[in-house]
């Protein structure tokens, strides 16, 4: 049987101090879900310690997802050789891409597609994406222009990846969001979608893998976030213990109540 997934029924308002929308539902131990769609900050933040890479793909195995607009975002910053990558600043970025196009050949991610069916939906959550980014752009007392188009482009990635989550659940399934964007967290709570992030990705390990260590996990959240997808303030571990399997001799049901 399937554990309870999130489904589309309408959700609680979330406060508006939270940065980002944590499902109080999911535990600490990884839930199986039919689909997890993962943005591409996360993706680039576990490409930038390839063995986590493996390790969440190990983990995750055939749910691993990414929606199109995110596997074509990776593929163009792949796409940009060697020799350009210095002056445009994509060393380090199109490392991680190109770690991560392997992964899309190689169908170990696979891509899907927003549905014809989700066109309504899209212009709403674009809208609350780019409303969130004004609202962060105001409190951080920056001017925001809505034609942004980096801007525009940044959240396409996210928007899709929200559609295709929503698809999944429509059509029976269950599905969740992989991003440590809190704006993007919170459009798809307001979807109907849960979202995780890196911090729980890693705590998941820990449950899965008794021999990680939790300052190891600790040190390698520091250094996959330095450079990509930073956390919002109230997400980010305030210490090792984030990444503390509360389990004993292999069996960690205090991590998941309910999966015993
Ligand atoms: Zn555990």
Same mark, same amino acid.
């Given at each position: 049987?399937?554990?309870?997934?999130?489904?589309?029924?309408?959700?609680?308002?979330?406060?508006?101090?939270?940065?980002?929308?944590?499902?109080?539902?999911?535990?600490?131990?990884?839930?199986?879900?039919?689909?997890?769609?993962?943005?591409?900050?996360?993706?680039?933040?576990?490409?930038?310690?390839?063995?986590?890479? +493996?390790?969440? @793909?190990?983990?995750?195995?055939?749910?691993? =997802?990414?929606? #199109? *607009? &995110?596997?074509?975002?990776?593929?163009?910053?792949?796409?940009?050789?060697?020799?350009?990558?210095?002056?445009?600043?994509?060393?380090?970025?199109?490392?991680?891409?190109?770690?991560?196009?392997?992964?899309?050949?190689?169908?170990?991610?696979?891509?899907?597609?927003?549905?014809?069916?989700?066109?309504?939906?899209?212009?709403?959550?674009?809208?609350?994406?780019?409303?969130?980014?004004?609202?962060?752009?105001?409190?951080?007392?920056?001017?925001?222009?809505?034609?942004?188009?980096?801007?525009?482009?940044?959240?396409?990635?996210?928007? +899709?990846?929200? @559609?295709?989550?929503?698809?999944?659940?429509? =059509?029976?399934? #269950? *599905? &969740?969001?992989?991003?440590?964007?809190?704006?993007?967290?919170?459009?798809?709570?307001?979807?109907?979608?849960?979202?995780?992030?890196?911090?729980?990705?890693?705590?998941?390990?820990?449950?899965?893998?008794?021999?990680?260590?939790?300052?190891?996990?600790?040190?390698?959240?520091?250094?996959?976030?330095?450079?990509?997808?930073?956390?919002?303030?109230?997400?980010?571990?305030?210490?090792?213990?984030?990444?503390?399997?509360?389990?004993?001799?292999?069996?960690?049901?205090?991590?998941?109540?309910?999966?015993?």
């Amino acid at each position: 049987m399937l554990p309870r997934g999130p489904n589309l029924r309408p959700r609680p308002p979330l406060p508006l101090t939270r940065q980002y929308a944590v499902d109080p539902s999911l535990p600490q131990r990884r839930r199986p879900f039919t689909t997890a769609l993962a943005d591409t900050g996360i993706l680039y933040a576990l490409a930038h310690r390839s063995l986590y890479l +493996e390790k969440f @793909l190990t983990l995750y195995g055939e749910t691993v =997802a990414v929606a #199109t *607009a &995110v596997a074509d975002e990776i593929r163009k910053v792949a796409g940009v050789p060697q020799v350009a990558r210095p002056h445009r600043n994509l060393v380090l970025m199109g490392a991680c891409a190109d770690r991560l196009v392997k992964k899309l050949d190689d169908k170990t991610i696979t891509v899907h597609e927003p549905s014809e069916e989700s066109v309504e939906l899209e212009a709403v959550v674009q809208q609350q994406l780019l409303e969130l980014d004004r609202v962060a752009a105001g409190r951080r007392g920056v001017a925001w222009h809505q034609v942004d188009t980096g801007r525009a482009k940044r959240h396409h990635g996210e928007m +899709e990846s929200i @559609l295709v989550a929503v698809d999944v659940i429509k =059509a029976g399934g #269950t *599905a &969740v969001l992989l991003t440590n964007d809190g704006g993007a967290s919170r459009v798809a709570w307001e979807q109907g979608v849960s979202a995780r992030n890196l911090r729980n990705v890693l705590a998941e390990l820990a449950c899965a893998d008794p021999t990680l260590k939790e300052e190891e996990l600790l040190t390698a959240f520091n250094k996959m976030t330095a450079h990509f997808a930073t956390l919002p303030t109230d997400a980010r571990p305030a210490d090792s213990s984030a990444f503390r399997c509360r389990g004993l001799a292999g069996k960690c049901s205090s991590c998941d109540p309910l999966m015993g």
